[in-house]
C-alpha cells in the first residue's frame, strides 16, 4: 500500500506558477486582440522587479543565517549535557 505523502513547498511553489502562466496563456488566446497600454517601458518595469526580488530574496536570506547563527550561540552556551539531551529530542521529533 502506497501513502500519498505531501508535495514540498517547491514543488507546490512550481504549480501555482505553472497555473497562473496557463492562465496567462490562456486569457491571451480568448481575446488576442487585447493590448497593454502604450507609452509605459514594461522591459523596464520587468528589470526593476527581478533587481528588487534580487536584493529581496538576499537579504531574507542573509536575516535566517544571522538567526541560525544565534540560535547555534545559544545552544553553545549550554551545557554538554543538556546540549546532547537537546539535540536527542529534536532527533526524535524528526521522525
Not at 51 to 62: C, L, S, T
Not at 65 to 70: A, D, F, G, I, L
Amino acid at each position: 500500500m502506497r501513502t500519498k505523502k505531501k508535495p514540498c513547498k517547491l514543488c507546490l511553489r512550481i504549480r501555482v506558477f505553472l497555473i497562473l502562466v496557463g492562465c496567462v496563456v490562456a486569457a491571451k488566446f480568448m481575446a488576442p486582440d487585447l493590448a497593454l497600454p502604450k507609452g509605459i517601458n514594461y522591459g523596464a518595469i520587468v528589470g526593476d522587479l527581478v533587481i528588487f526580488a534580487f536584493f529581496a530574496v538576499v537579504a531574507w536570506k542573509w536575516w535566517q543565517h544571522r538567526q541560525q547563527q544565534k540560535a547555534d550561540a545559544e545552544r553553545a552556551a549550554l551545557e554538554p549535557w543538556r546540549l546532547a539531551i537537546r539535540d536527542i529530542a529534536e532527533s526524535r521529533r524528526q521522525r
